[in-house]
């Protein structure tokens, strides 16, 4: 096989895996361009320069300049949550994988690459957990904050927002304004996905 067929053939089972895990487990639950085009050309861009690292067409001093930089960039707006920072880190260390074994291990392609997948799978439905998300509102009746009207003051708040509101912390109080600052936190498979998409905007992956 030439050296250019190794190399599309590499490159085209390298990106339908990095495809598979974007388009069919990250992208259901973030619908961002922008982390979708981040990880696919993060992708994209490491498995070449692993190639140019692996045939000695670069020198290895140029490649850990790269992954130097690499390592210092830094995204200028606002701070990327936790699970697009997993899935950043997985899209950059499987192409530094496939690089090596797609062609020489074929095996080691094959496992690394659907271990990956499935635990990102299972991972992503939840499957033997419960979640929680958490959702900060600001509420109006500070007579229902005091303990003893701790189940009134869940009844109030579900009956309000339409969510299974589990518990509630409490933040800012406010008494001349009459508020007091939320976080509610409900049960995240008790609604259908529908439902989630057309309630308050959820903060949880800022905790």
């Known amino acids: 096989m030439s050296l250019l067929l190794e190399s599309l053939l590499s ?25 979708v085009m981040a990880l696919l050309v ?13 045939q ?9 300049g790269l992954f130097a930089i690499f390592s210092i960039l830094r995204y200028r707006t606002d701070t990327i949550p936790i699970r697009e920072m997993t899935y950043l880190f997985v899209l950059i260390a ?6 090596v074994s797609i062609i020489a291990r074929p095996q080691a392609f094959l496992v690394a690459n659907t271990a ?18 958490r959702k900060t509102v600001t509420y109006g009746r500070i007579d229902l904050i005091r303990p003893e009207h701790r189940q009134a003051l869940l009844d109030d708040l579900q009956q309000l927002t339409g ?7 409490i933040g800012r109080l ?14 995240a498979h ?4 529908e439902d989630d998409d057309l309630s308050l905007e959820d903060d949880s992956s800022e905790s």
């Open 174 to 187: 406010n008494f001349v304004k009459g508020v007091v600052d939320l976080k509610v936190y409900y049960d």
């Open 116 to 133: 990956t997948i499935g635990v990102l799978w299972l991972v992503e439905r939840g499957w033997g957990f419960r979640y929680e998300k």
């Open 163 to 169: 969510l299974p509101v589990t518990r509630v912390s």
């Open 190 to 193: 008790s609604l259908n996905a």
């Open 56 to 64: 000695g067409d670069i020198g290895l001093g140029v490649g850990f």
């Open 94 to 99: 499987l192409p530094v994988i496939n690089s």
């Open 42 to 54: 993060l992708n994209t861009v490491v498995f070449f320069v692993m190639g140019l690292l692996n």
């Open 11 to 35: 490159f085209g089972l390298n990106f339908a895996v990095a495809f598979f895990i974007v388009r069919y487990i990250y992208y259901p639950r973030q619908r961002k361009q922008s982390y």
